[in-house]
Nanobody, 114 residues
Framework: QVQLVESGGGKVQAGGSLRLSCSAS????????MGWYRQAPGQQRELVAE?????RTNYADSVKGRFTISRDKNTVYLQMNSLKPEDTAIYYC??????????WGQGTQVTVSS
């Protein structure tokens, strides 16, 4: 069983930055995609950014130009700059393996104050 461990959430003022990281407990398994989702109170979970095995990245329109996703082996990062109050949410990392199974982190709170 693979576990994902997240770190890096916290509270910042608008315009600030945070960096999230997420590592897998097992070093060898076939990852097809690594990504970050978020869920604000009363909202559905939404994709923030993902990086595919070939290196292609996808971003939600609301974070383009502000957030950057990257990976290093079995760790995925999300650099968040120019944070806005509407970025406040619980952020979950997600690994999807080559047979389509999804692994989820426990979630980390990001709070942006105006």
């Amino acid at each position: 069983q693979v576990q994902l461990v997240e770190s890096g959430g916290g509270k910042v003022q608008a315009g600030g930055s945070l960096r999230l990281s997420c590592s897998a407990s097992r070093s060898r398994f076939n990852i097809n995609a690594m990504g970050w989702y978020r869920q604000a109170p009363g909202q559905q979970r939404e994709l923030v950014a993902e990086i595919l095995s070939g290196g292609r990245t996808n971003y939600a329109d609301s974070v383009k130009g502000r957030f950057t996703i990257s990976r290093d082996k079995n760790t995925v990062y999300l650099q968040m700059n120019s944070l806005k109050p509407e970025d406040t949410a619980i952020y979950y990392c997600n690994f999807r393996d080559t047979v389509g199974f999804n692994y989820w982190g426990q979630g980390t709170q990001v709070t942006v104050s105006s």
